[in-house]
């Protein structure tokens, strides 16, 4: 468990969340909209899709904005119908990660039925590789779809915390030798997620996402969000553009900040972890 005071906080905060940008690197309006929220606030940090065709772009903002918080959002899938990427290694270097048309699966299913374990972590250590080169100050690492939380893939998750020296995000979702032994080692572990973002009908965003804040409950939390411009490319890409818009304005904007400081809640980034697990 995280001391909130081990990340500067005041003995009085009972509640921490890090305010997470996913996403980022995806398309075009991702990035704008997701460097906005960061940049303005009570969003945190985010992560970078680095397989992903906008991954340049994301890097040149984060060369230009040395002090935004990012991470690798590690990528084994590509989950939309017609806006795809692939492995940053290649189909052929990685032949068990791709799907017929050459690209990264569409679903966790696909992926964890059809990986091999060799080549998720070639990859995902190309990925973390690519970022580090691209001139990103990689603060953490965490998982697109969820997929390293599957079968060995979590093995491959934990590893790659250890040899980069990052924390990532993780959770005690039930007894585990692996968690308690990183926890032991100086590894931060999250006492709660909330992924609820995105699950709201348009006109629903304020009170959906004031219901998330209210929900977390008390230690270090983090509280995932997309935050992306809701332009014409968002929306050819996918159906929840009215989402993201809106939590562009939430995350970014006066609307999320007053929410958080009316619950009591401190939004912290990663890097504070990254330095507490540097520094022990």
């Given at each position: 468990?995280?001391?909130?005071?081990?990340?500067?906080?005041?003995?009085?905060?009972?509640?921490?969340?890090?305010?997470?940008?996913?996403?980022?690197?995806?398309?075009?309006?991702?990035?704008?909209?997701?460097?906005?929220?960061?940049?303005?606030?009570?969003?945190?940090?985010?992560?970078?899709?680095v397989p992903c065709p906008w991954f340049a772009d994301a890097a040149?903002?984060?060369?230009?904005?040395?002090?935004?918080?990012?991470?690798?959002?590690?990528?084994?899938?590509?989950?939309?119908?017609?806006?795809?990427?692939?492995?940053?290694?290649?189909?052929?270097?990685?032949?068990?990660?791709?799907?017929?048309?050459?690209?990264?699966?569409?679903?966790?299913e696909e992926i964890v039925a059809a990986a091999d374990l060799d080549?998720?972590?070639?990859?995902?250590?190309?990925?973390?590789?690519?970022?580090?080169?691209?001139?990103?100050?990689?603060?953490?690492?965490?998982?697109?779809?969820?997929?390293?939380?599957?079968?060995?893939?979590?093995?491959?998750?934990?590893?790659?915390?250890?040899?980069?020296?990052?924390?990532?995000?993780?959770?005690?979702?039930?007894?585990?030798?692996?968690?308690?032994?990183?926890?032991?080692?100086?590894?931060?572990?999250?006492?709660?997620?909330?992924?609820?973002?995105?699950?709201?009908?348009?006109?629903?965003?304020?009170?959906?996402?004031?219901?998330?804040?209210?929900?977390?409950?008390?230690?270090?939390?983090?509280?995932?969000?997309?935050?992306?411009?809701?332009g014409e490319e968002l929306r050819a890409i996918t159906d929840s553009?009215?989402?993201?818009?809106?939590?562009?304005?939430?995350?970014?904007?006066?609307?999320?900040?007053?929410?958080?400081?009316?619950?009591?809640?401190?939004?912290?980034?990663?890097?504070?972890?990254?330095?507490?697990?540097?520094?022990?």
């Open positions: 468990m995280v001391a909130l005071t081990d990340l500067g906080l005041s003995p009085d905060v009972t509640r921490a969340a890090v305010v997470h940008v996913d996403d980022l690197g995806m398309c075009h309006d991702a990035n704008e909209g997701g460097f906005e929220a960061i940049v303005n606030g009570p969003a945190t940090c985010g992560s970078i899709m040149a903002r984060a060369r230009d904005l040395p002090d935004v918080d990012l991470g690798v959002h590690l990528t084994l899938t590509a989950e939309y119908d017609r806006f795809r990427w692939g492995p940053v290694l290649g189909a052929t270097a990685v032949p068990s990660l791709v799907d017929d048309e050459g690209y990264l699966p569409r679903t966790v080549e998720v972590d070639s990859e995902l250590r190309a990925q973390i590789d690519r970022a580090l080169a691209a001139g990103v100050d990689v603060t953490h690492l965490d998982s697109h779809m969820g997929t390293m939380f599957h079968r060995g893939f979590f093995d491959i998750y934990l590893q790659l915390a250890r040899d980069y020296r990052l924390p990532l995000f993780i959770f005690r979702y039930g007894p585990s030798a692996q968690v308690d032994q990183l926890e032991a080692d100086g590894w931060p572990i999250f006492d709660s997620f909330d992924s609820e973002s995105l699950d709201f009908a348009p006109g629903e965003g304020a009170a959906h996402n004031a219901a998330r804040l209210a929900g977390l409950p008390a230690g270090l939390s983090y509280l995932i969000c997309h935050a992306s411009r809701g553009a009215h989402a993201r818009e809106f939590e562009r304005t939430y995350y970014g904007g006066a609307a999320g900040a007053e929410a958080i400081a009316a619950e009591s809640i401190a939004a912290v980034g990663m890097r504070p972890l990254r330095d507490l697990l540097r520094s022990a």
